[in-house]
C-alpha cells in the first residue's frame, strides 16, 4: 500500500514516513502543496495524508484539485485546527476523515486501516482461498500455519490478495509497493514474487499467485 | 440549533414587553412631551386670549363712563359748585331727586328696557346717598369707601350687572365733597365673554387630547424606520457578522444610525476575524511542535533500534523542546507586558554602542547564514532608553532581517539625526512583505507566509515583541516593504 504525505514540518514528515515505512507502507514526501498535488496525480496512491497549512497550495485546494480530477483516493486531513467550522469545512472539501495534531501514531493507523478497509467489508482479515492476511498485525495465515514474510514480501502478497481476481500489472504492482526512489526495475518483482512462492508453496499454499506473461501476476481463489 | 436560537429570540421579546410595562415606548414618549409643552403654550394663549377681550370689552365701558361723567361734571355751573345743588344730569329731563314718583316709575320700566343707560348716584363724603338717578328704581349703585382716586369695577345694581365709576368731587376748599358714581349695565358682555370662557375651556381638553392622538400616530409613522432598523440588527449574531442593515433611502439621520452600526459591525466583524485568526495561529504554534515530539517518541519505541537512532531522535526532540519554550517564553513575555502594566526602566545609554553590540552578538550566533550586517552611524550617541528591552528588540529586528535575506546579500543598519529626533534604519535586501499584509505584521502570530511553515524559525511573534517594547519607550516603529527587493524597519527615538 502506496501512501502520500504532504507535510511541511520536517519533524512530522520524518516520523510519519518512518511510522509507516515500519507498517509496510511505501511512503512518499511532499513538502509543499504544488508538488504534492503534482504528486497526487501523476502516481496512484492507496492512501493521501495531507496537512491543511502548507505552502504554495493549501490543502484543501490539493484536496479540492485532487477530487476535481476524478481520483476517489481516500485522504486523511492532518492539522491543529480544530474549531468545528474547520473541520466541517475540510470534510466538505473532499476529505475522507480528519485527525487534529497532535494525534497518536496508532489512532492514524487506525484510520489508515479504516480508510483502506472501505473496498473490503469482510473487514481487516483479506483471505484468497486457504490464504488469510492481517494488514493490521502482518501476519500471514496458510490455514493455521503462520508464515514468516519480510516487509515488502508481505506488502506485495497483501497487494495481489485485496486485489484477487483481478490481474495486476507490473506497473501497478511497482506503483502500489515500491515508493517512487524506486527505479522502476520490475524485474525485482519477479525476485520478490519467487520469495513469496517458495514460503507459500514451503507451508501448504503452492500456485495461488499465478503468472500472467508479459503483463503481471494474478491471485485466484480457487 | 434552530431551536435554540428561537428560544433566545422570545426571551429577548419577553424581555422587552417587561420593560415596556414599567416605561413609555418611545412613540408615546414623544406625544406625551409634545402634548404637556404644546398645554402650556395652549393655556397661555388662552388666558391672554380672554383677558384681552375682557379688557378690551371693559375699557369701551369705562371710556363710556368716562364721557358721561366729563360731561356732568363740565355742565356744572361755574361759580355754584356745592354737592347739594349739583346737578346729575347734563340735561334737566333725567336728572331727578329721589322722591319723585312719576318719574321713578318712568325710569323703572327705562332700567328694563334700556340697556344703553347710564345710571348715575351722588354720595356725600361720609357715604351717604345724596341723589340718584331715577332710573335705578330703589337700587342703589355701591360706594367703596376711602378710595380718595377714580376707579373702575365690576359691581351689581339691584340683580344688574354693571361696569361702575367711582369720582371723587373737589369742593371749593379743596376737600373732597362727596363722590359721583357712574354705571353702564354689561348684560351683554358678561354674557359673551363667559361664553368665551366655557368655550375655551371645553375646547382646551379637546384639543390637547386630540393632539396626544395624533402627535402619537405621526412619531409611531416617523419611528418605524427605526423599527426596521431593529429588527435587522436584532437578525446579526456572531454567526452572521458579515451581515450588513440595509440603508433607509432617505439621507437622514436614520440612515447615519444604520451606517455607523454597520460600521461597528465592520469593527466587531474585524476583531472576532483576528481573535479566531491568533486562536487558530495559536493553535498551530503550540501544537505542531507538540505533534512533532509525541510522533517521534512515539514511533520510536514502537521498535527496537539502534544507539545511534535512539541519539538522533532524542537530539531532535530536545530541539523540538527548545523550540516550544521559545515559543511560550515569548507568549509570556507579551502576556506580562499586555497584562500588568509593566514599565521600561529607562536610563541614559550609548545607543550607537548597543546598536554593535547586537550586530556583534548576531554575527556570533551559532548556525547563521553567513550574511554581514553593517553599521553606518556616530561613534556614540546618547539616548534615554530601557538596556534590556532595547536589546530585545535589535535582536528581534536583526534576526527577521537574517532571516528572510538570500544568502549573497547585506544587512545595513543606519544610525542617523540629531539627539532631538534619533532615526535608527534597519534595511535588509530580502523576500519583503506584500503591501496588503504590511499592516498585520505587529499582530501577535501574524505571519506573512500563511502556511506558517517552521522552516525559517519564526513563530509570528517578533515584531509584536518589538512593537509593544518599543510602545513601552515611547518609540515609534514603522516598515517599509517592496516586495522582492527588501524590507526597512525604522526606530524612531523620542527627543530627550
New interface residues.
Partial sequence: MRILVVE?????A???R??LE?EYFAVDLAF??KSGLDMALLNEYDLLIVDW????I?GIEVCRQVRKAGIDVPLIFLT????LE?IVFGLDAGASDYI???????ELLARIRVQLRRNNPAGDQLTAGRLSVNPATHQVFCGTGEIMLTPKEFSLLEYLVRNKEKVCTRSRIIEHVWDMHFDSDTSVIDVYINFLRKKLDHAGCGNIIQTIRGVGYIIRES | MPGMKKNTGSDREHAGSVREKFSLSLRSRIAFYYTIATAVLLALVFTLVFFTVERVVYSHFDDELDREVSEIIGAQKPGTFDIRHFALSDDDHRGDHENDHENRKRHKTEVENDDDEEFLQLVGSEGKIIARSANLAGNTLTFQSGRQDKSYRLAAAGRLAVRQLQVPLTGTDGRIAGYLLAAVPVRDAVTILGDLKQVLLVSYPAIILTLFILTRLIAGRSIRPVEEVIAAAEKITRENLDSRIPLPRNHDELRRLALTINSLLERLQDAFQREKQFTSDASHELKTPIASLKGTLEVLVRKPREREHYEERILFCLKELDRMTRLIDQLLMLARYESSGMTARMEPLDLSLHIREAIGRMHSGAGRKNIPISFDGPQSCMVSADPAMLDMIFENILSNALKYSPPDSTVTVILSGSSGSLLCTFADNGIGIPDEKLSRIFERFYRVDESRSSGTGGSGLGLAIVKKLADLQHITVSVKSRRDSGTTVELRFPGT
Avoid: T
Avoid at chain 1, 8 to 12: K, L, R, S, T
Avoid at chain 1, 53 to 56: A, D, E, K, L, S
Avoid at chain 1, 101 to 106: I, L
Fill in positions: 511541511d514540518e520536517p519533524g512530522i520524518r516520523f510519519l518512518e511510522g515500519e509543499d502543496g497549512m502548507i505552502p504554495g493549501s491543529a485546527k480544530d474549531a474547520d487534529r495534531k497532535p494525534f497518536a501514531f496508532e
